[in-house]
Structures are given as C-alpha cells and as structure tokens.
C-alpha cells in the first residue's frame, strides 16, 4: 500500500497562511485522485478538499471554499493544499489521502491510501 507523507503544517496566527505538501514514500499517485481531510480533537473527520487526476477539476467543503485551494505539482505527483486566511475553527490535524481511481468527492469512503497527518494550530 502507498504511503503518503503531509509536511507543512505549523502553528500560525488567526488570518495567517500555510502551504500543505503530500507526496508518496513510493511509487507515484499522478492517476488517481487526492484529498485532503481534517480532523480536530473530539470531532469526526471531515472532508477538506478533493481533486480529480488531470487537475482540471475540485471540490471543496463550504466551510472552506473561497480560502483553501487544492493543487497538483507539475508531475501530478504531490498534491497541495494553499490554505488562506485561517481561523481558529481550523485547527485539526491534516489527512491527505489517495482517492480509489478518479474519485474526488467528500466520502471518505472513496479512498484507499491515507497519511499520518500533519497538524496545523491557528491561535487566535
């Protein structure tokens, strides 16, 4: 099984930014799908952002939609997530996963391979 590796997450100040990186231990994940999804202390995980394989097409949860955005590298073999004007209320460790072929959507269900996280602390 693939394994994905976050870097970049860090403390930062309310209406701050940070750059999210992904990237495989191994072996490329440039045909298929990626997301990102958080988790924040005693809640559930939940879907961040997702882009399809080409790179042409995102979805994003409305809690992040105009701040976050989600790109692929020139090799489609690392995934980003340019996070903008951060609130407290982001505060969660950051799961990137692989999507199962083209999925890109907010199920968690639809994919296949996940990171360990990287946690990002937004004070107020």
């Known amino acids: 099984q693939v394994q994905l590796v976050e870097s970049g997450g860090e403390l930062v100040q309310a209406g701050g930014s940070l750059r999210l990186s992904c990237a495989p231990s191994e072996r490329t994940f440039s045909n298929y799908a990626m997301g990102w999804f958080r988790q924040a202390p005693g809640k559930e995980r939940e879907f961040v952002a997702a882009i399809n394989r080409a790179g042409g097409s995102t979805s994003y949860a409305d809690s992040v939609k105009g701040r976050f955005t989600i790109s692929r590298g020139n090799a489609k073999n690392t995934v980003y997530l340019q996070m903008n004007s951060l609130k407290p209320e982001d505060t969660a460790v950051y799961y990137c996963?692989?999507?199962?072929?083209?999925?890109?959507?907010?199920?968690?269900?639809?994919?296949?391979?996940w990171g360990r996280g990287t946690q990002v602390t937004v004070s107020s």
């Open positions: 996963a692989r999507g199962s072929g083209d999925y890109a959507g907010p199920n968690s269900s639809g994919y296949d391979s």
